[in-house]
């Protein structure tokens, strides 16, 4: 069976019982929406599938061992990278480790970063339109702190703090624009 169609069976049992932040959408729908962003972009099969596996061992009881064992090492090296690896810290350790990550992180797992962020970030947009700023309150952190956030994940995915040797992030140009309407530039 394809690799991506296995993804989406997996990643559709894994996510069954979640929803989005503050509304009734099904949950999964945000990780097959990566996946579609990283199929539109012509990447290859596995990291599709990793994008629509990215957040399974973060949000479900799936095991990193579990995504090993079903597609592969390489597979679930970018899901590991796409992984916070202490939710107990704090909201700002776990972004901050997630903004020093990104800098060197492989390019992969940079690319399914920067489509699950612009994706999250399309759901805020959309939201914003429909109930205004009420939606920051949803997340455990207001407009002040997400914007600390994206402009980091700007930087480090599609900023000066990129290592020169990367291959350039697709979704960087849009993942800033989206972010600088959001946010406004940066301070």
């Known amino acids: 069976m394809n690799t991506i169609v296995r993804a989406i069976e997996v990643a559709a049992v894994a996510h069954r019982d ?15 929406a990566v996946g579609m962003m990283l199929a539109r972009e012509g990447l290859p099969e596995d990291i599709v599938a990793a994008g629509i596996l990215h957040d399974t061992v973060e949000d479900t009881p799936m095991t990193l061992d579990d995504i090993r064992r079903d597609f592969g090492e390489r597979i679930a090296a970018i899901v590991e990278g796409c992984t916070e690896p202490d939710k107990s810290a704090s909201w700002e350790e776990r972004k901050l480790h997630t903004i020093e990550h990104l800098r060197s992180a492989p390019w992969e797992v940079c690319v399914v970063s ?59 140009e849009e993942l800033r624009e989206t972010v600088e309407r959001l946010f406004g530039p940066p301070e």
């Open 18 to 32: 979640q929803v989005r932040k503050g509304t009734t959408m099904p949950y999964v729908t945000h990780v097959y």
């Open 114 to 172: 920067a489509a699950d962020k612009l994706h999250n970030l399309h759901t805020v947009v959309r939201e914003m339109e429909a109930s205004g700023e009420s939606v920051w309150a949803r997340f455990k952190r207001g407009r002040a702190e997400q914007a600390w956030y994206y402009h980091g994940l700007v930087d480090s995915l599609c900023g000066a703090s990129a290592p020169p040797e990367r291959p350039p992030v697709p979704f960087c």
